[in-house]
């Protein structure tokens, strides 16, 4: 054995497991002496070593007939019942004789047939027996078909005559094995009191430890050659991702390889220059092939647990709990795997078959009892280790939940089970449940890490720039993580059952298999590409929004404007035809449904025609991108701000915040006040009197400092522009500026020009004309007759009038106003 490996099984020998309840052991051993024979019958050959009193051959004939067998003609040492040899002291005619006679001549029961057909009375009655025979069957000369249920029961039957043979001879040879436990001693002592016989032993066992020190010596030096490499490998897994470490970890594992292969090729050139006879060569290949046994077996369990490494563990454990795992995993494969080989080395060294059909029996039970133990010892660990990795809400949270309270009880059965096949000689049973059990096994912790390593790799960040950096790409992401976890589980599903040989293969094959597996491919085919159209429609959407706009507020809203409305009739559109497409292929016919879908569609384009004009004008709007939301428009009377958009209205606030709901169908033309570019339009008024140059100059710097302050140049396309003295009006010349400005700022800037015009103009001392509008207050005498007043007209009124400057013209009222003296002059502002 190698070095690490006689250590691991030192320590593994000096460690104790905790207590166990005695109602458990108790359990256990009731379950023991149940099974006694089946572990019995799983070692030994199919003799009928005791047999029952009614056979022929006494019970005290089997053990003679047995002892009596040379070592070279025992039966091979195979755990299996079916591959068992048949009994020795059984003549073959006895075998083959279905009557279990000796088998008489067949020429005398010629003779005797031939003597019956030449006398005519023994013809006569040979042929009323068959003539009775033929009226017994039924009328129309055929044999009548056997029902399923005559073929069920008849099978029920055979196999419940079966296993009640088996029982009948576990017991018995139960009773032949343990008799044949004192003749243990009695070999042991003719062994040993033999001169030639402890001359052989002796002989053998300095052949076989020369050349187990020749293989430890072996397996040590090539360890000590590779101990750097491999704590290289180690150190630097330690620091890798969990791609990389599995990889390290592989490496490290055929690293640990090596000395095993030195191992076992030393040990055998060793033997096989020694020269030793059959017996002794047997026995050292025995030794060496249980030394290689339990080394794999340690490495995969050091690959697993890595009980001194932790960074390398693959399963998330603490130290001790791996350790002690490792030990107690270590500990029952080397009783099993030594206490076989040396029981079959003792055997080709003369050992009774009866005394190792005993031995092998007491190791049966010795097995079994460590198996129930570890799972009784280990229920509390793995359950909380299940219950920490339960997800809430999955739909297999319960059944998680159930394993986590109870899987101490179906490791229990199984073992139950797998003894009870071994015990009732069910033919391949043993390799069916071994085979079920690990495949099993390998797919339940198969299954989830690879899920989990699809789920880790969906929940890493993506590459900035590149689709699965987007948020999308995220949730495609996801959503491959989640159709590679159902495809992981089915696929692990399918291998379980033909494990455990449902035939999943044999159906899938046949004629109704391959017309279901060829559907399921077709539906998978079409779910997948709907998905890809789906994925591709919306990236493309989006890509060419990103081109045509590199406004981030134009893009969000025709992202939600654009972008929901053909997502939500492409989803409706791919939900229609791959719903179609499955059912065609489930065999399901669509006729009747495309022709439903037509009348109802001609129903709702005769009944709904507004409802049609109203999604098909929001069509063209919305892919023409006349409007988007956010937008400020004019939709011929109704004005404000686009709040939202559906499939066939549109949502208006205007600014006394009054909600408006318009259909498509209504709109015939559209004012957009926010798209692209504005302009911010000035008539600036100037009284007649100021010169144009200055004002014209005035303004323009007015304009140039609003278009350079930080604060508002943001929001001014170009530069500030003057059209000149652009009209005149009764109080006044115009003049005409204007701001290019950035759609929706034109308002924000219009504002801050007139709030620094009137400063600046103000500062200039430059006039605004002022209105002519004049109050007029008409006074009545005493006796209500109105008197004349005098109104004084504002001078540019005068001007325009043709008046010369400085003289107000007289407003005559007819005399009988009364009033003598004017009244005072308001002007209005």
Not at 490 to 501: C, D, K, P
Not at 745 to 757: A, D, G, I, P
Not at 768 to 785: C, K, M
Request: charged residues 15%; glycine residues 6%.
């Amino acid at each position: 054995m190698p070095p690490q490996h006689a250590k691991d099984s030192l320590s593994s020998m000096t460690r104790s497991p905790r207590s166990v309840r005695p109602s458990a052991i108790v359990a256990v051993f009731l379950a023991a002496l149940v099974l006694i024979p089946g572990i019995v019958l799983a070692q030994a050959p199919a003799t009928p070593a005791a047999p029952a009193p009614a056979a022929s051959a006494p019970a005290a004939s089997a053990p003679a007939a047995s002892s009596t067998q040379p070592a070279a003609a025992a039966p091979a040492p195979a755990p299996a019942p079916a591959a068992a040899p048949a009994p020795s002291g059984t003549p073959a005619a006895a075998q083959a004789s279905p009557g279990g006679h000796e088998g008489a001549p067949l020429s005398a029961d010629l003779d005797a047939v031939i003597k019956a057909l030449k006398d005519d009375t023994s013809r006569a009655a040979l042929l009323k027996q068959l003539e009775t025979l033929r009226a017994a069957l039924p009328s129309n000369g055929a044999a009548a078909a056997p029902t399923t249920t005559d073929m069920v029961s008849s099978a029920v039957l055979q196999y419940a005559d079966q296993i009640s043979d088996n029982v009948g001879a576990i017991y018995g040879r139960l009773e032949f094995a343990v008799r044949a436990l004192p003749s243990l001693w009695h070999w042991a002592g003719t062994s040993l009191s033999d001169p030639e016989s402890r001359a052989d032993l002796m002989h053998g066992a300095f052949i076989a430890a020369a050349a187990l020190a020749a293989a430890i010596l072996a397996s040590y030096l090539v360890a000590r050659l590779l101990a750097r490499l491999r704590e290289a490998i180690e150190d630097h897994a330690t620091r890798s991702q969990i791609g990389a470490r599995i990889a390290l970890r592989l490496a490290r594992m055929a690293l640990d390889l090596l000395p095993i292969a030195a191992f076992a090729i030393a040990g055998s050139a060793t033997a096989e220059v020694l020269r030793p006879d059959r017996a002794v060569r047997a026995l050292t290949l025995t030794l060496i092939n249980a030394s290689v046994v339990t080394g794999l077996v340690a490495i995969l369990l050091r690959a697993v647990l890595s009980p001194r490494r932790p960074a390398l563990r693959m399963v998330p454990l603490d130290d001790a709990t791996a350790r002690s795992l490792f030990l107690s995993v270590l500990r029952i494969v080397q009783l099993s795997v030594w206490g076989y080989f040396v029981l079959n080395s003792l055997y080709l060294f003369g050992l009774p078959p009866q005394t190792r059909w005993a031995l092998l029996f007491v190791l049966g039970v010795v097995i079994m009892v460590a198996a129930i133990t570890f799972v009784l010892h280990w229920r509390s660990h793995f359950g909380a280790f299940l219950h920490r990795h339960i997800t809430p809400g999955r739909w297999y949270t319960p059944l998680t939940r159930a394993l986590a309270e109870a899987w101490y009880v179906v490791a229990i059965i199984y073992i139950v089970l797998l003894s009870g096949v071994m015990a009732l000689q069910i033919a391949g049973g043993f390799e069916y449940l071994l085979q079920g059990a690990l495949v099993t096994a390998i797919v339940v912790v198969l299954v989830p890490f690879l899920s989990a390593l699809a789920n880790r790799w969906a929940r890493r960040p993506g590459a900035d720039g590149t689709f699965f950096g987007t948020e999308r790409g995220r949730r495609l992401r996801h959503l491959i993580a989640r159709l590679a976890s159902v495809v992981f589980v089915v696929a692990g599903l399918l291998i379980v059952l033909e494990s455990w040989q449902f035939g999943v293969i044999r159906f899938l094959m046949s004629t109704g298999g391959r017309v279901l597996s060829q559907a399921i491919a077709s539906i998978a085919t079409v779910l997948i590409g709907a998905l890809v159209i789906w994925e591709f429609v919306n990236n493309l959407i989006e890509s060419r929004l990103n081109v045509a706009d590199g406004d981030e507020r134009a893009l969000s809203s025709r992202a939600r404007t654009l972008l929901q409305f053909v997502r939500n009739m492409l989803l409706i559109t791919l939900f229609v035809l791959v719903t179609l497409i499955v059912l065609s292929e489930l065999g399901i016919d669509i006729a009747p449904l495309l022709a439903g879908a037509g009348v109802i569609g001609l129903a709702i384009g005769f009944g709904a025609q507004t409802l049609v004009k109203d999604v098909i004008t929001g069509l063209f709007i919305l892919t023409e991108d006349h409007i988007q939301v956010g937008d400020v428009v004019d939709l011929g009377g109704n004005s404000g701000v686009v709040e939202a958009m559906s499939v066939r209205t549109l949502r208006l606030r205007d600014g006394s915040g009054t909600l408006h709901i318009i259909p498509f169908s209504s709109v015939d033309r559209i004012k957009n006040m926010t798209r692209g570019f504005t302009f911010s339009m000035f008539n600036i008024q100037i009284a007649y009197k100021e010169n144009v140059d200055r004002v014209i100059e005035t303004i323009a710097r007015i304009g140039n400092e609003l278009a350079a302050d930080p604060k508002f140049s943001p929001f001014i396309v170009g530069s500030f522009e003057i059209f000149g003295l652009d009209s005149f009006t009764d109080r006044g010349y115009v003049i005409q500026a204007r701001f290019k400005t950035r759609a929706g700022r034109q308002w924000t800037v219009s504002r801050e020009f007139n709030r620094r015009l009137k400063i600046g103009l103000e500062a200039e001392n430059i006039e605004t004309p002022q209105s002519a509008t004049s109050i007029i207050q008409v006074a009545t005498a005493p006796d209500g007759s109105p008197k004349p007043i005098h109104l004084a007209l504002p001078r540019d009124a005068m001007m325009v009038s043709g008046r010369p400057e400085g003289r107000s013209p007289e407003v005559e009222l007819p005399d009988e106003s009364g009033l003598d003296e004017p009244p005072p002059h308001t002007q209005a502002p």
